[in-house]
Nanobody, 114 residues
Framework: QVQLVESGGGSVQPGGSLRLSCAAS??????MGWYRQGPGKQRDMVASIYSDGTTTYADSVKNRFTISRDNAKNTVYLQMNNLKPEDTAVYYC??????????WGQGTQVTVSS
């Protein structure tokens, strides 16, 4: 079973920064992504990255978040800068592109408030 373990979540004030990490039990999939789910909302894609380095971002986080991957360490990162209250959510790491070969981490809470 593929295991993904997120870390780095926490509580910050608006304008603050956090860096999330996702450590995989094995080699990273071609497509890796970060998703988030706020209270009463669906789980939406935040950012994704392919093995060749190609990235995509949700409009709401462009120019603030940066996704990266270290294949040698089997780890994906999400650098989150200039955080806003609307970024408050549980953030999930995902590996894979097509069902059923998709795997999720347990999630890590990010809270942005003053």
């Amino acid at each position: 079973q593929v295991q993904l373990v997120e870390s780095g979540g926490g509580s910050v004030q608006p304008g603050g920064s956090l860096r999330l990490s996702c450590a995989a039990s094995g080699v990273l999939f071609d497509r890796m992504g970060w998703y988030r789910q706020g209270p009463g909302k669906q789980r939406d894609m935040v950012a994704s990255i392919y093995s060749d380095g190609t990235t995509t971002y949700a409009d709401s986080v462009k120019n603030r978040f940066t996704i990266s991957r270290d294949n040698a360490k089997n780890t994906v990162y999400l650098q989150m800068n200039n955080l806003k209250p609307e970024d408050t959510a549980v953030y999930y790491c995902r590996s894979g592109q097509f069902a059923p070969r998709i795997y999720w981490g347990q999630g890590t809470q990010v809270t942005v408030s003053s």
